[in-house]
């Protein structure tokens, strides 16, 4: 507990070192015992991006599903820096369901933080990430995402893949 205490004081001080603060947020967020729910509350407080990111790492390190829904939430947030959104995207699409990436796909009209999506859906194994970005491929507005699941479905061994590409260059 008082390891606890002098990690979230060393995480909060303004006039600490930022690399001793990194440190701090980091072993908070590996802690098992309240560690991402101190840092979800400590985020608001913070204005280092460096900072900023070190806690959504430390918060995507946990299974919970508060901090899986909490970092939903920040890519959700149009407020904050499309960067901070990107990381903490990158991190909840290796541990969100595909059914909430989809509808988080759906809800945003951020090309970038699409972008991040269709990466997070070619990182998975799973064949219906593969389907997505068929999906993606064959019906999205943006010509752009388009080509970006094309991409990824490039690269995918997935036999459905080669289909569409097929079905693609002889359009």
Do not use: C
């Amino acid at each position: 507990d008082q390891a606890q205490a002098a990690l979230r004081a060393l995480a909060e001080r303004n006039d600490a070192p930022r690399e001793a603060r990194e440190k701090a947020i980091f072993w908070l967020g590996q802690s098992r015992n309240g560690g991402s729910a101190y840092l979800r509350q400590l985020y608001p407080k913070l204005t280092d991006d460096g900072l900023r990111e070190r806690l959504i790492f430390g918060i995507a390190q946990s299974n919970d599903a508060a901090d899986r829904q909490w970092l939903l939430d920040l890519v959700r947030n149009g407020s904050e820096d499309v960067e901070i959104r990107k990381k903490a995207l990158f991190w909840v699409a290796q541990s969100a369901d595909l059914a909430q990436l989809d509808a988080l796909y759906k809800s945003l009209t951020d090309g970038e933080l699409k972008e991040q999506i269709i990466f997070g859906f070619a990182q998975r194994k799973d064949p219906a990430a593969v389907d997505r970005l068929i999906t993606i491929a064959k019906t999205d507005k943006d010509p752009e995402l388009r080509k970006k699941a094309l991409f990824w479905l490039g690269q995918s061994r997935d036999p459905r893949a080669v289909d569409v590409l097929e079905q693609f260059l002889n359009e």
